[in-house]
């Protein structure tokens, strides 16, 4: 069976839920705040790893309690942690987070995430099949080695473009793109002229589209009651590859992400949300 790599971020979400975002100058009362495990790229890897497949994290958090407690976190969740490094002179990555009413806004302090370069790569090792996921949350450089070093190994990788930013270089090294609106129409020229085999449209509660080879795939949304949308697309994207790293057709890893995602807004906080098979199989089920 291929293995999922996640060549990421890996952060402490500390959540406030709030009544509704306060304006500028504004100041509210919160109702609770959670400390939880985030990260775009650990929320990947832990769905990745929830969903059965075998997967490696790469990357880094600080010298510091919250960089203990997301380890320790991770290797409660069976995912491999040997590639986790640990930087000197960076904290551990932080994002804070408002939830109001399910929606939410984030502010994110790169942290140890910055100190994630290309030389980090060097014991690693992928092989024909595996898949490699990396995002905007890393210095651009290092996800671009990555991917050259996936390719050559005739792996296949998946980006998932965000933040959103120009990243060329990286786009003409990815077979499968995965971007929501916002990130779609940022990106549309460089999308166009890279030639991506692959491009999936995530639509929130709409669902999706994914241009193929083949052709075009809609997916309607499931209707659920939606808690904190924090982390969705992070679990459909370890989904995805989950259950293409074990030999699903891409029709059928794209129908069991997308059901993921929807599992995942029904919880609060980002990796803890990513659901068990059993969690999605009934979703599946209706």
């Known amino acids: 069976m291929s293995k999922v790599f996640v060549i990421g971020s890996i952060n402490m979400d500390v959540i406030a839920t709030i009544p509704h975002h306060p304006q500028v100058g504004?100041?509210?009362?919160?109702?609770?705040?959670?400390?939880?495990?985030?990260?775009?790229?650990?929320?990947?890897?832990?769905?990745?790893?929830?969903?059965?497949?075998?997967?490696?994290?790469?990357?880094?958090?600080?010298?510091?309690?919250f960089g203990k407690t997301l380890i320790d976190f991770a290797k409660s969740e069976n995912l491999a942690t040997e590639n986790i490094g640990t930087s000197q002179t960076q904290p551990t990555g932080t994002a804070f987070i408002t939830v109001a009413k399910g929606d939410n806004i984030i502010v994110v302090i790169a942290g140890a995430n910055d100190d994630v370069q290309p030389q980090d790569l060097s014991d690693i090792t992928f092989q024909e099949n595996d898949i490699v996921v990396c995002t905007l949350e890393l210095p651009q450089a290092t996800v671009k080695e990555t991917f050259k070093k996936a390719k050559q190994a005739k792996a296949k990788t998946i980006f998932?473009?965000?933040?959103?930013?120009?990243?060329?270089?990286?786009?003409?090294?990815?077979?499968?793109?995965?971007?929501?609106?916002?990130?779609?129409?940022?990106?549309?020229?460089?999308?166009?002229?890279?030639?991506?085999?692959?491009?999936?449209?995530?639509?929130?509660?709409?669902?999706?589209?994914?241009?193929?080879?083949?052709?075009?795939?809609?997916?309607?949304?499931?209707?659920?009651?939606?808690?904190?949308t924090t982390g969705?697309?992070?679990?459909?994207?370890?989904?995805?590859?989950?259950?293409?790293?074990?030999?699903?057709?891409?029709?059928q890893a794209l129908t069991y992400a997308n059901a993921a995602a929807a599992c995942a807004v029904t919880q609060l906080g980002a990796a803890p949300s990513m659901p068990t098979p059993d969690n999605v199989t009934k979703r599946l089920k209706g």
């Open 26 to 65: 504004e100041t509210i009362m919160g109702d609770s705040l959670t400390y939880a495990p985030g990260g775009k790229g650990f929320n990947q890897a832990i769905a990745a790893s929830r969903a059965g497949a075998t997967t490696i994290m790469v990357g880094k958090v600080g010298n510091d309690g």
């Open 160 to 228: 998932n473009a965000a933040p959103a930013a120009p990243c060329d270089d990286i786009l003409a090294l990815t077979d499968i793109l995965i971007v929501n609106e916002t990130e779609a129409e940022m990106l549309a020229e460089a999308i166009t002229a890279s030639n991506i085999p692959t491009v999936i449209q995530t639509l929130g509660e709409k669902g999706l589209k994914a241009t193929t080879p083949q052709g075009e795939i809609t997916l309607s949304g499931h209707q659920v009651e939606c808690t904190d």
């Open 232 to 251: 969705a697309g992070d679990c459909f994207t370890g989904n995805l590859a989950a259950r293409l790293a074990q030999q699903d057709t891409f029709e």
